[in-house]
C-alpha cells in the first residue's frame, strides 16, 4: 500500500486545491483508494480484509495525510469503521459484508438522535453533524437516546444514572445529507450533517457503543474508544510532515524574501528554524509510534481496556495534535507572504491542522483525567 501511495502522490496531490473547492472526497479518489486497499486494511481476514496491525495502519493513514489532509482523514475514517463494526448483532454484521470487504461506514458518534420503541422495532429521528465521508458512505451510523412511551429509557446506572445510548446502523440510502459542511479546514472532507426523520429501524441494527460485545475476536476489535484519539494523531502527524516539506521544498526554489540578506535556502535563520520545526514533527511521529506500539501489545494480550490505557493514548493524542498545529503555523509563518495565496498548500495545511485539532477527542480539556490518574498514583506511593 504505501509503493502504492507514492506512486498515486502526484495525482492526489494536483487534486488537492479541487478536493477543498468541492467540499468532498471525488468519486475516482475513493475507488483510487479502494483498489489499493485502505479501506479494508482494519477489516477482518474473515471477511476478505487485511486486518493489519495498529502500527501498520497508521503509517498508511499518515502517508496519505502528507499528500493531503482530507484525503488522509477521509482514510482514517473509512477504514476504521471497520474497527467499530463487528459491534453489530452478527445477522447484520453479515449483511454489512455480504458483498464486499472494503465497506465504507460514516459514523456520528454523539447522541443527537432519539429512538423511540414502536411496533416491529424503533422509529428514528435525529441531524448528527460532522459525518464525515457520507457522501461516499455505504452505510451510516448515529448515536441515539432510547426511549418508550416518549420517556427516555434507563442505562445500566437505573434512574440515578444517564439515558440509555444506543447506535443505529443503516444504509446510507436510508439517510438525508445537508450540506453543511462549509468549514475552515479538512474541507474536502464532507463532513456534513446526516438526519433520518421518522425512520423505521428493526432491533437488529443498533449496537452497543463505544463498549459492546464483539462477534470478532481478533485484537483490533477489543476497545474503539483506546484507539480513535491514536489514529486521529497518524493524521495529524502527516498533515505536519507535509507542512515541513513544502516549507523545505519553497526554500529550495532560491526565494529570496523582502530585505533578506540571502535566499531563504541560504539563511542560517531558516535554517533554524527548519531544524526547529523537524524536531517538534519527529518528536510527534514518535510519541505516536511508542502509543500506536504500546496500544497494540496490549491489544495482543487483551489488555486494551481501562481508564489509565484511555487517559495515556487521549494525553498523547492531545499533545500530537497541538504540536503539529503549532508545527505548521511555523511553517506558514516562516514562508512569509507567499503562503497566504490559496495556491500555497501550506495556508491549507494550517487550516487543515487547527480543524483536525477542534476534534472532541483532543480537546485540552481531556488533560485533566491523565492529571488526575497521575495524583492518585503519587497519593497510593507515599
Not at 455480504?98 to 435525529?126: C, F, L, M, Q
Amino acid at each position: 500500500m504505501l509503493d502504492a501511495i507514492r506512486d498515486l502522490a502526484p495525482a492526489i496531490m494536483a487534486r488537492a486545491a479541487d478536493i477543498e473547492a468541492k467540499r468532498r472526497m471525488p468519486s475516482d479518489v475513493i475507488e483510487k483508494l479502494r483498489s489499493i486497499g485502505v479501506f479494508r486494511m482494519f477489516a477482518p481476514r474473515s471477511r476478505g480484509g487485511f486486518e493489519l496491525d495498529l502500527p501498520s495502519g497508521m503509517e498508511v493513514i499518515s502517508a496519505l495525510a502528507r499528500l493531503d489532509g482530507s484525503v488522509g482523514w477521509t482514510a482514517m475514517i473509512g477504514s476504521a469503521s471497520a474497527i467499530v463494526s463487528p459491534r453489530l448483532p452478527r445477522q447484520t454484521y453479515d449483511l454489512l459484508y455480504r458483498d464486499k470487504s472494503d465497506v465504507i461506514i460514516a459514523g456520528v458518534y454523539s447522541p443527537a438522535g432519539t429512538a423511540e420503541r414502536v411496533p416491529g422495532g424503533w422509529r428514528v429521528n435525529g441531524s448528527w453533524p460532522f459525518a464525515s465521508g457520507c457522501q461516499n458512505a455505504d452505510w451510516m451510523v448515529g448515536l441515539c437516546v432510547m426511549s418508550e412511551g416518549g420517556k427516555p429509557l434507563r442505562g445500566l446506572s437505573g434512574d440515578a444514572g444517564p439515558p440509555l445510548v444506543r447506535c443505529v446502523a443503516l444504509p446510507a440510502s436510508a439517510w438525508l445529507i445537508e450540506d453543511t459542511w462549509h468549514a475552515s479546514g479538512l474541507r474536502g472532507t464532507g463532513s456534513h450533517h446526516i438526519v433520518l426523520g421518522n425512520v423505521m429501524a428493526p432491533e437488529a441494527n443498533f449496537f452497543d457503543f463505544p463498549d459492546g460485545p464483539t462477534c470478532e475476536p481478533g485484537p483490533l476489535y477489543q476497545s474503539w474508544r483506546h484507539l480513535q484519539s491514536v489514529l486521529l494523531g497518524a493524521v495529524c502527524v502527516g498533515i505536519a510532515e507535509g507542512a515541513l516539506w513544502d516549507l523545505a521544498e519553497l526554500a529550495c526554489t532560491g526565494r529570496r524574501q523582502l530585505r533578506a540578506p540571502a535566499p531563504m535556502g541560504e539563511s542560517e535563520m531558516v535554517q533554524c528554524e527548519l531544524g526547529r520545526i523537524e524536531a517538534d514533527v519527529r518528536a510527534a511521529r514518535s510519541a505516536m509510534q511508542v502509543q500506536a506500539d504500546s496500544h497494540w501489545r496490549h491489544a495482543l494480550a487483551h489488555t486494551l481496556n481501562g481508564q489509565a490505557l484511555y487517559a495515556e493514548g487521549i494525553q498523547t493524542g492531545i499533545w500530537t495534535a497541538t504540536i503539529c498545529a503549532r508545527a505548521a503555523h511555523a511553517c506558514f509563518t516562516l514562508a512569509g507572504g507567499a503562503a497566504v495565496y490559496e495556491t500555497s498548500p501550506l495556508q491549507r495545511r494550517l487550516r487543515d491542522l487547527h480543524a483536525a485539532a477542534q476534534h472532541a477527542m483532543v480537546q485540552q480539556r481531556h488533560y485533566v483525567e491523565a492529571g488526575r490518574l497521575l495524583l492518585e498514583r503519587v497519593v497510593s506511593e507515599r
